[in-house]
C-alpha cells in the first residue's frame, strides 16, 4: 500500500473517529483505493460503513439507485456527478459523510472529451464541496494513486472545516 495514502487514511480515520462520524464511498476512477485505505486502518469499522466502485451508468443505476430522472442532463467525470454520487452514497448508507470520485484514469481520455488524469471529488455530508482535480498524467495507475490522495486530502480540508 501507498505510504503517503495510508497517512491520509490514518488522518481521515482519526478525525472521524474524534468527532464520532462515519462515511460511505463511491469511487470510480480510483479502483476501490480509497476504500482499501481506510480499511486498511485498524478500527475502521467505528467510521466506515461500505463502498462500492462505480464504473459504470449500470452500476451507479443498480448499486445507488440513481434513476434516469437524477441524471437528467449530467455526465459522468463532473463535479455535479461526484457530488450527486456522494449525496447518495451518505443517504443509502445513513452515513454523516459521503465521498465520491469520478474521472479519467488513461491512458486516454474518456468519451466526454475529458482528458486522462482527469477527476472530479464530491463530498456531501454536514457541509458538501466538490472539486476538479487534473493531473496532466496519462499513466493510469498514477492517476489512480493521484486521485485517491486528491480524495482523501479533499475529504480531510471538509473534515477539518467543519470540526
Known amino acids: ?3 503517503e495514502i495510508l497517512r491520509l487514511a490514518n488522518l481521515t480515520a482519526d478525525l472521524l473517529i474524534e468527532s464520532n462520524q462515519t462515511i460511505g464511498i463511491a469511487e470510480s ?6 476504500a482499501a485505505h481506510l480499511l486498511a486502518i485498524p478500527g475502521a469499522s467505528k467510521y466506515f460503513m461500505g463502498g462500492s466502485v462505480i464504473y459504470t451508468r449500470v452500476a451507479q443505476r443498480n448499486l445507488l439507485a440513481v434513476n434516469d430522472e437524477q441524471m437528467e442532463g449530467l455526465r459522468a467525470s463532473t463535479e455535479q456527478y461526484a457530488s450527486l454520487n456522494a449525496k447518495t452514497i451518505r443517504e443509502l448508507l445513513g452515513t454523516t459523510w459521503g465521498l465520491s470520485e469520478t474521472g479519467a484514469t488513461g491512458p486516454t481520455g474518456n468519451r466526454y472529451g475529458d482528458s486522462a488524469g482527469h477527476s472530479c471529488i464530491g463530498v456531501s455530508g454536514p457541509l458538501s464541496r466538490s472539486k476538479t ?3 496532466g498524467i496519462e499513466k493510469r495507475e498514477e492517476n489512480m494513486v493521484s486521485f485517491t490522495k486528491g480524495s482523501l486530502a479533499f475529504l480531510i480540508e471538509c473534515l477539518e472545516e467543519n470540526r
Request: proline share 0%; glycine share 16%; aromatic share 0%.
Open 133 to 135: 482535480l487534473e493531473t
Open 29 to 34: 476512477s480510483s479502483g476501490g483505493l480509497i
Open 1 to 3: 500500500m501507498d505510504t
